[in-house]
């Protein structure tokens, strides 16, 4: 098959709820208004995906309904039937080889020029069975936290790539002491699909954070916070907004803490959805224990909605500058933390300041700004727009 010299490959594992899949997504709809763009996802994990995908992005389900089996394959071991385990390992391992074995024959087989991995997963895979002549990329969506075996496998399987593209410019800065000379360490921000003219008029006794409902992102820890807060602010509600695999051990935490008429969940919300939401809010708060940029915390920012972190969460320290654009707080101190969030609260010209400094500090972030760096990119890697 003849290559496209201007047509960009992203590589998948799937097109679910999750931070790496929307930014794809989002990298994916920015770079179709100037070239063809198709993403390969290995799973198919429902009808359509996640996030919202320009009708210019072609996505290719590497084979129809492929998902993984993970609760399944957990139910049967609960039930301690033999038979039943056995056939969910079989079906596990099929689902494993087919993931690999369906993305290097596609790969194989692309037109594409560029080729995009977004996972580890897919690194190694992409630099060998790409087409003769591709340009091969490889994403990074998660920080290190100083893992040296980890840093290792990371950099072992981008040896072979032109280009290695972490998600923050920390970790840009970082990994290009470590790759090879031959592979180009480039950084571009993740970018805002809008920057909204109506912000939050920071009136709303609300406190907002959003995320997958994982224990990395540190769910449970908020509404420890949140009963600090709310001894003395017993009129602000604390609304969580996402879902996963703990959701229904966090229900249980709210209902067992006496305040779960003020712990609001939302599940799974549009972009669209949670702007309404952040508009009636007052504060955004982060406790996640590892974060490598923080996406959400642009787009509170962009909303007026001054933000509250720990610093364990490395990414939010690339966003905020602490007691400027946003709030920082070191070593998971959580009464430093109820601290800070009390100040918020109790203090509106401190409100109004932080969250006015943060909105002017997303500007970088807007997709007009990011667009260019795209471009400029694909246009060094040989692409020439349609």
Known sequence: MKMKKNKIVF???????????RAVIS???LLSAH???????????GPVPAFPVDAK???TYLQENLRPNKEELRKSIASKNPIS???EICRSLRILYLRTHLMKKAVRNSDGHIFISSRYLYHRLLTKHAPKGAVCIAQEHNHHNNDERYIRKQVKAVAKMDYFMPVSAELAAFYKTRVRPSVSCVYIPHHLEVIPETVSPLT???????GRFSPEKGMDELIRVYQGIAKDHPDWALHLVGDGEQRALLEQQAAETGLGDQIHFHGFCTQEQIRNLMQEMSIYVMTSHTEAFGLVLIEAQAMGLPCVAYDSARGAGEILRSEENGILIAARNRGKMVEAIGKMIEDEDHRRQ????GRASVLVYSKENVEKKWVALIQSCGGTAV
Do not use: T
């Open 204 to 210: 709303g006794k609300g406190i907002i954070s959003v």
């Open 27 to 29: 990298e994916a709809n």
């Open 354 to 357: 932080i969250g006015q400094n």
């Open 35 to 45: 070239y063809p763009v198709e993403i390969l996802s290995a799973y198919q994990m």
């Open 11 to 21: 590589l998948v594992l799937h097109l679910g709820c999750g931070g790496a899949e």
């Open 85 to 87: 385990i056995v056939r």
């Open 57 to 59: 992005v072609k996505v």
